[in-house]
């Protein structure tokens, strides 16, 4: 395997606790490290998202990085805290802060701060990815927030990943039709598609609130829909409070059904006919398509959860993935990888110049991947489904969510139109 | 007053030395280059950005291999949102190296992944004419000896290995990168070859990162006039026309913050003489292309094309005074597009209210002050919660900034210009300045301001 990485397929781990903590209202970023590692984060989501999003540095410069970063951590907690009153913040380490070997749960702890939550999330750059980062995060907020429980509710902790806001709007819209009341760790549908609408909030409304997160512990069960990126705030709620747990990607036919199976299990709730009518238009629109769409060789690169789970979806549809490609390394990727493809090739964790190859050797039809595939399927010459993060050489695929039996019309029909359209090149 | 605390400022009184709103009477200027306030929510970068993000970025047939973490080398893939195209777009731009340093290179040293890494890029990429280093926070702490790899490298693979010491936690913005990348570039590369031929009417055109094809609009006026471009720094260069700078008769500067210091090496080392300009807007353009003229003996030559150029575009230029007059402007850059724009929108019959630098020094504000008019806000460093109380209490027509602010202003109902990357540019000279002004209209005049509602009475989140 090569030392150099060409075209990373990952980003860094600071930057997967960013997007877990604009699900959170009124909630704060602070990276503790250098201002590149705030500046340059903020571009990839204004691009993706087309948002505002604000998020605080501690601007570690040369002196804090000799002497340590207690005094600029201190400095930048007091003043968010004085300037904006958020109800939360997350303190997000780098791999400066790491290195220097900061205390930052001691300095928070000495800190006693009052007026807001500080939640300390370990993410340095060095491990993992952004979707550990994301599930760091995740895990750190429900670990500090969450509460021994006086009394139950009927509620169902759902934890999206790092997903788009359409596709919690698609989960929201299922667990609504089937009157059970959910709390989205955390939930981006608002705060990265919020409305313009004059005079602008401090805070973009929505967002899980710090009140729903100490709650979490008084839930019936918890679904992770993506193992790696929630995943381990999920095996704590459960080891902790015992609740049932489950992890579940709903994308395509067979995957959403379980959701809502597992869905029914927790909560005891039956399944509406309104969502079997919405399972039925899936199955329409897949009818409709399959000539175009059986046969077809399909190469997928996404975040592990998502790969695995489009694979098993573009097989509904009669395509075969002949590559299956993850974002972040994984030995438990590299099991279910193996069972959801049938001999194609899996690459974990390596980059998109690796991609690029398999494409090239694989006589691949049709790609999925963000942003950063487009030039493959360019060279390659294959059609070319977007998905993933970072979407921002076309606008408004963070509004449309793939996820549940409404999201996988959405992607059936784009998948379909890649194909037309590229056979009209 | 002169000197004055925004009312987003009371926790943080220390910004006030920052803002200033110019009063004649008073000689101030406002305090500039220093360390950010932790946590105010600034705008700034890096070192490593203002090195790789900016001045060495567009530099198009080297191997810009980036040694730390994976996320640094993410970031500035492709120029991340920096447009600065070049004519290799099959291999600039296009590829990102890095050597995703794990925590045992950390623990352990790098330096091993590092030599390993720039013998497999070269390998893979035989056809690119260098490999440049550059450092990022990690490894300025660990102490990996860039300089000594790159030196065995270099003597393995054939082709120079440079290595830039741009951790990001060096200096207090990307000012210090961009200082970094010129010396750097000026000890490294500058004077390693020498030109096929030379002319007496050789020139490079420094700092210019040829945003948006910038740079294809501004050689064209000087070729014509005779000259010879003979390196632009940095945009759309192949290292080799860096190499050969040395040999120019004249160094004429565009940006006036990234690369003052090559400029002023070149000139000790080699004699070359520094012209600075400002290529936006009729009035900027037409003086830099007399300067140049004058230096070289060409005002015939000069004069032609000005009249030329400028009767092509000034009757439009007056049909957009007519319809922006009046509007005000908001104008926050990273530096010297601060002071090169408050001319250019007054040429466009706008006026600026507010004039901010995320990384100017003391030289920038000297010109923003000499520009503006009595009671403009001038503005060092803002962060992103007086921009909203700027955007919001100072009520501009227009803000122009970069990416991080775009949706700051729309969500505030303001429009607005991505200066940074433009909106449909280029932007430089005369006919970038028709497309600018159309940009200036399209946002202006856009109908969908006028669709948004106020809520009244709206409470705080709901």
Known sequence: MRSVTINPAKMCQPIGAMYALFGVHAAVPLVHGSQGCTAYPMRMFNRHFGELVQVAVSSLGEDASVFGGKKNLMASIENIIARRHPELIGVITTCLSETIGDDIDGIIREGNFEDSKVVPIHTPSYVGSHVTGYDNALKALVTSLSVEPDSDNAKLNILPGMVNPGDVLEIKQMLDSMDVSHTILSDISETLNAPLMLPKPPFPSGGTSVDEIEDCAKAQGVIALCEHAGGSAATFLKGKYGMAADTICPIGVANTDRFLDAVGDMTGVEIPYSLEQGRGRLIDAMVDVHMKTCGKRAAIFADPDVALALAEFVTELGMEPVIISSSTASRKFLQKAKSVTDGGEILNGRDLYELQRAVKDNEVDILFGNTKCAPIAKDEDVAFVRCGFPVYDRVGYHRYGIMGYHGGIYLTDRITNAILEWGER | ?462
């Not at chain 2, 950005?49 to 530099?59: F, T, W, Y």
């Open chain 2, 1 to 462: 007053m002169p000197l004055t605390l925004l009312k987003s400022d009371k926790a943080i009184p220390e910004r006030e030395k920052h803002t200033y709103i110019k009063a004649a009477s008073e000689n101030i200027l406002p305090l500039s280059n220093v360390q950010t306030t932790p946590g105010d929510f600034t705008e700034r970068g890096c070192t490593y950005a203002g090195c790789l993000g900016v001045v060495c970025g567009p530099i198009k047939d080297v191997i810009h291999l980036v040694h730390g973490p994976i996320g640094c080398a993410y970031w500035t893939w492709g120029g991340g949102t920096r447009q600065n195209l070049s004519d290799n777009p099959g291999f600039h731009r296009k590829y990102c190296f890095s050597t995703d340093m794990q925590e045992d290179n950390i623990i352990f040293g790098g330096e091993d992944k590092l030599y390993e890494s720039i013998l497999e890029a070269h390998k893979e990429f035989p056809e690119a004419k260098g490999v440049f280093v550059y450092a990022t926070c990690a490894i300025g702490l660990i102490g990996d000896d860039l300089k000594g790899v790159c030196k065995r490298a270099e003597e393995e693979i054939g082709i120079r290995v440079v290595s830039f010491n741009c951790e990001g936690f060096r200096g207090c913005s990307q000012s210090l990168g961009h200082h970094i990348a010129n010396d750097t570039l000026f000890e490294k590369v500058v004077g390693t070859k020498e030109p096929e031929y030379l002319t007496d009417y050789d020139m490079n055109i420094i700092g210019d990162y040829n945003i948006q094809g910038d740079l294809w609009e501004i050689m064209p006026l000087f070729e014509r006039m005779g000259i010879r471009i003979l390196s632009t720094f940095t945009g759309n260069a192949s290292v080799d026309d860096i190499a050969q700078a040395h040999r120019a008769k004249l160094n004429l500067m565009h940006c006036q913050r990234s690369t003052p210091y090559i400029c002023k090496r070149m000139e000790e080392k080699y004699g070359i003489p520094v012209l600075k300009a400002s290529l936006f807007g009729v009035e900027q353009t037409s003086k830099a292309l007399r300067d140049v003229a004058a230096f070289f003996g060409l005002e015939d030559k000069a004069e032609e094309i000005i009249e030329e150029e400028v009767s092509k575009v000034a009757p439009k230029i007056e049909e957009y005074k007519t319809k922006f007059e009046g509007k005000r402007v908001f104008i926050y850059q990273g530096a010297p597009r601060a002071w090169h724009w408050v001319n250019m929108f007054r040429e466009l019959g706008v006026e600026t209210i507010a004039a901010a630098t995320t990384f100017g020094h003391e030289d920038d504000y000297v010109k923003i002050c000499e520009r503006v008019n009595e009671g403009v806000l001038v503005l060092d460093n803002p962060n992103s919660l007086e921009l909203e109380e700027i955007l919001t209490d100072w009520k501009p027509d227009l803000f122009i900034s970069g990416l991080k602010e775009k949706y700051l202003s729309y969500k505030l109902g303001v429009p607005f210009i991505n200066g940074h990357s433009y909106e449909k540019g280029p932007y430089a000279v005369y006919s970038g300045f028709l497309n600018f002004a159309r940009d200036v209209e399209k946002t202006l005049f856009a109908p969908v301001w006028g669709l948004i509602r106020r809520r009244k009475n709206a409470q705080r989140n709901d």
